[in-house]
């Protein structure tokens, strides 16, 4: 049995706080939107749909602006394993994507959590994948496939 | 806070210095410690006043909330600076490249594209030259235009606004854009455009060529596209409806004049599932109507022409496979012949890092009794070859390809291509 990790525990049950049941979450990917976004939960096709670009509005009709850590960082890779593409593959299909005029511009990626954090509260329709870790107060935490990080089945892994 | 503590915190030092004995490197020091304390003085100077900034500039919430906290101040600003930082306004450009090199064992003259004319012993040429830019009106509205500089006869360039489209979009299942576009007619016109840098290969399929390149079909036109997401759940049911003028205008393989078809306003339909089960499948097709002159008989003996599409793409995993048919059928309208002709390509290639080895295997098979498309009739053949890309802005192609053509020797070509965006 893994041992509770404290803070981690703490993190999440703030961040789970009023707008999903508390889980206990110990490792794994968390998809977390702006706290205003009338979603709870959200399917492992729909959200890869979302990350390629394919769907572009919220049902309540925000637009969908997609942020990202870095490449290399543990949210970046959970993002091409979830779409199914390497580095490479993914910065040339946006930028293919764009030059096809299916998206105004390639998803932002950003170097730290606390911009991620920053820019899913000035934008109503963001989205961003953090390491349950890393959860702050202001993310609101989308269950995938009906699951939380941490529960048996998420799919969503580091 | 932290400001203040620090103030203080160098003032005691500074006072400590003062009663120090004073030789002359502590008269440095003190000299070094006034100047940080003024430095954080006027930091601290800086930051009250930015706060008090943006408590008054802001009217109405000085209404409600007359005395607002200032670290709520200081988020809202935040806020605002990183959408003003982050969100893409402007015009934003990006450009794409290529320098070629294409030796062909051609006996008889014919036209190749770019700056290849019959009989032209040259080797080298640049190809098209792409402008991309793109502007965001608002969340919902934007603007993309596509300006190439093309390389013509003997080093001589033209400007050619390959698309410029005004955008709108409802929702996922309604978005509208009128202009210049490049047509749904096909997975391919839809996908790669003109810039060769997002091309796996170093060429496009013939029949996906653009008309004024020499390709078969109206791959641009002027009008209105509607795309949109269809409610089909797993299936991933997408539409497109395409109504515009063509106005194809194609120059003859054999070098010597051209065919302007005198299209009128063609209507495009299409519809293709992208399946939840199978990520990167895409399964659909199209189907184009249009009506065009036979000018060698008048302007007012006009054809239907009908092309209908089918194709069935995999494009995931460093994986690319694309195949796409058609059916092109040209009928007089007051009765008399007509003209069907097919044409196919599949392609196949897979990344191995930066390696991109490529197979795609062409055919096209004209009517020689058509007045389209009779400088073309029976050709197919292999291309194969890889691509290397030395980062994701540079990549260099090189490329094979043999080519049978009907009542002509068959073609063998080597082509090798640099492509760069920026």
Not at chain 2, 197 to 220: C, K, N, Y
Request: with cysteine.
């Amino acid at each position: 049995m893994k041992p509770i990790n404290f803070k981690r525990s703490l993190l999440i049950a703030i961040a789970l706080l009023g707008s999903a049941p508390a889980a206990l979450a110990q490792s794994g990917i968390a998809v977390v939107v702006n706290p205003r976004n009338s979603q709870s939960s959200i399917g492992r096709g729909e959200l890869r749909k979302l990350f390629v670009g394919e769907k572009r509005y919220w049902p309540d009709g925000a637009p969908v602006k997609l942020f990202t850590r870095s490449a290399g960082t543990a949210e970046h890779d959970a993002m091409l394993k979830l779409i199914g593409m390497s580095e490479a593959e993914y910065k040339q299909y946006w930028r293919t994507r764009v030059y096809a005029g299916e998206a105004q511009s390639e998803p932002l990626s950003l170097p730290s959590n606390g911009m991620q954090r920053e820019a899913l509260q000035t934008f109503s329709g963001g989205i961003a994948l953090v390491d349950v870790v890393d959860i702050k107060p202001g993310m609101k935490i989308l269950k995938v496939d009906g699951k939380l990080p941490g529960e048996d089945g998420y799919p969503l892994q580091q | 806070m932290s400001c203040f503590y620090r103030i203080g915190v160098a003032l005691f030092l500074l006072s400590g210095m003062l009663f120090a004995q004073t030789t002359s490197s502590d008269q440095e020091t003190i000299r070094a410690l006034v100047q940080q304390v003024k430095e954080l003085q006027e930091k601290v100077a800086a930051l009250e006043g930015k706060q008090v900034s943006v408590v008054a500039t802001n009217p109405e919430t000085k209404a409600e909330t007359p005395v607002q906290p200032p670290e709520e101040a200081t988020n809202a600003a935040k806020g605002s600076m990183f959408r003003e930082e982050h969100e893409i306004r402007g015009i934003q450009w990006r450009g794409f490249g290529e320098v070629n090199y294409k030796v062909l064992n051609q006996r008889q003259p014919e036209l190749g594209a770019f700056g290849f004319v019959p009989g032209s012993a040259g080797n080298f040429y640049v190809g098209d030259f792409d402008l991309y830019l793109t502007s965001r009106i608002t969340d919902k509205a934007n603007v993309l235009a596509e300006v190439v500089i093309g390389e013509g006869d003997a080093q001589s360039f033209d400007v050619d606004l390959e698309r410029v489209l005004f955008r709108y979009d409802y929702n996922d299942y309604f978005r509208v854009s009128t202009g210049r576009y490049h047509t749904g007619i096909g997975y391919y016109n839809s996908a790669f455009h003109s810039g060769m840098w997002v091309h796996t290969m170093a060429s496009r399929p013939l029949i996906m060529e653009f008309a004024d390149d020499g390709g078969l079909l109206p791959t641009q036109a002027v009008g209105v596209s509607i795309t949109g997401a269809v409610p089909s759940g797993s299936l991933g049911l997408n539409y497109l409806f395409e109504y515009g003028s063509s106005d194809t205008i194609r120059p003859n393989l054999s070098g010597i004049g051209e065919t302007d078809e005198n299209n009128g306003n063609h209507i495009n339909v299409g519809l293709f599932a992208r399946p939840r089960a199978i990520p990167g499948l895409q399964v659909g097709g199209s189907f184009y109507h249009d009506r065009i002159s036979d000018f060698q008989l008048g302007p007012d003996v006009r054809l239907g022409q009908m092309i209908v599409n089918g194709h069935v793409v995999y494009n995931a995993h460093g994986i690319e496979f694309l195949n796409e048919g058609f059916w092109i059928r040209n009928a007089y309208e007051n009765g008399g012949p007509v003209y069907n002709m097919p044409a196919f390509y599949s392609q196949f290639s897979k990344r191995f890092g930066p390696i991109r080895p490529f197979f795609r295997y062409q055919y096209v098979n004209t009517n020689p009794n058509s007045i389209y498309h009779d400088d073309v009739l029976l050709r197919h053949g292999p291309s194969f070859g890889a691509r290397y890309d030395f980062n994701d802005a540079i990549g260099i192609k090189t490329q094979l390809d043999h080519t049978i053509r009907k009542g002509q020797p068959d073609l063998d070509g080597l082509q090798m291509q640099l492509v760069f965006a920026f």
